[in-house]
């Protein structure tokens, strides 16, 4: 009877300390205080209060509270949510919060690069009009903060942004009615403070202008925003190099890199992203000037720097037929992992930020793709502002 009377004892405390977690479940659910910014649960991490949303946190309670119940302790937290689960943390406060009242930790940014491939072209059951509906969905429930686009001509992106509640764009395209490289983002997470397009060439602000041996004019856009919970200022920029000539890939690099270098030399250094479509993979002389040279930007390659990867694929471009296109990639070296190394897509920041995952969105719908590229996402975890100090005297 003792051992019974024992288990009976273990229950009834089981049961008490599980009556306090819904108790104070409760209370912070009537209190309605934000979740991301505040403790969740002794079961939770650090980590995780930072990564997870509320509904996730919520989740991750009820998944604790129901481990209680068969093992009287819960000693490992449940695994951390898929990428496209996670919502970018910078939502905690609205619109119209003031940035005297706003976080002080790191925030989760939720950055995305993604070709639409240009809607004009007749691509039979790939053109624009069957897939649009595949594409928006997609974006809405990866949600990134900002998303840079390739490709998209006027009437293309002003359907697209229509069937994207809340976001907003900005760009303009490299030649009239032609294609853009427009950079869409989430009013309610970043406020846009200023931006501009930019040719590359030898004579980047002259519109329209190209040089060296471009087989097209060739655009790059930029914006600077403020994160609205944190005040922290940031600039991203949207290229599509072009994909025959090596010299304007070369020194379209070098342009958008001096244009960009004033612009956040004028604002204190703020973190600087820079997305798109290079077409060239991360063996050529645009990725080392882009991430190794002393006299370039030391960009660090999000793919290469993320904690989690996604999508064990050779290529980001694949001309509709999706992983199959890797069997038409010649093998790396030795040395090389399969995955990513023929990747011309990418998503780089300055200087290198915490990047909690990385993904190669490779999924498809009735066995079609949203694009002939695969978009790429990647979770940055960025730093608040810093603050000036005083001293005395």
């Known amino acids: 009877m003792e051992p019974a009377a024992e288990q009976l004892r273990q229950r009834k405390g089981a049961n008490a300390q599980l009556s306090e977690l819904h108790q104070q479940r409760r209370q912070r659910l009537d209190a309605k ?225 001096s244009v960009v270098q004033k612009i956040v030399e004028q604002h204190g250094h703020p973190p600087l992203f820079l997305m798109g479509d290079f077409n060239v993979n991360r063996g050529s002389r645009v990725y080392d000037f882009l991430t190794k040279h002393h006299d370039g930007p030391l960009f660090s390659d999000a793919w290469r720097a993320a904690e989690h990867r996604i999508g064990d694929v050779a290529n980001t471009y694949h001309e509709w037929i999706g992983p199959a296109y890797d069997a038409t990639t010649p093998p790396p070296p030795t040395t090389e992992p399969l995955s990513g190394h023929e990747h011309i897509d990418w998503i780089f920041a300055r200087p290198a930020l915490p990047v909690t995952v990385a993904q190669v969105v490779t999924e498809s719908l009735n066995g079609r793709f949203p694009s002939d590229h695969y978009p790429i996402v990647a979770d940055f975890l960025v730093p608040p502002p810093r603050r000036p100090t005083t001293g005395l005297g």
């Open 33 to 257: 205080q934000p979740r991301l910014s505040s403790p969740r649960s002794a079961v939770a991490t650090g980590r995780l209060r930072r990564l997870l949303p509320a509904s996730l946190a919520i989740a991750t309670i009820s998944f604790a509270l129901g481990a209680f119940l068969h093992r009287a302790i819960m000693t490992v937290p449940p695994p951390a949510p898929p990428i496209e689960q996670a919502r970018v943390s910078a939502a905690v406060l609205p619109p119209d919060a003031s940035v005297a009242h706003v976080s002080s930790d790191p925030v989760l940014l939720r950055l995305m690069t993604f070709n639409l491939r240009y809607g004009s072209a007749w691509d039979g059951e790939n053109s624009w009009q069957h897939r649009r509906t595949h594409v928006a969905n997609l974006i809405n429930r990866y949600h990134p903060a900002v998303m840079a686009t390739q490709e998209g001509e006027e009437p293309q992106l002003a359907e697209l942004q229509a069937l994207l509640p809340g976001y907003e764009r900005f760009g303009k395209p490299r030649k009239p009615e032609n294609e853009h490289t427009q950079i869409f983002y989430d009013a309610s997470v970043v406020e846009l403070l200023d931006g501009d397009t930019f040719w590359l060439s030898e004579t980047p602000h002259v519109p329209q202008s190209w040089s060296w041996d471009t087989s097209m004019v060739r655009i790059a856009t930029w914006c600077r925003f403020r994160l609205r919970c944190t005040g922290q200022q940031l600039v991203v920029v949207n290229t599509h190099l072009d994909h025959q000539g090596a010299v304007a890939q070369l020194e379209g690099s070098r342009t958008i890199w």
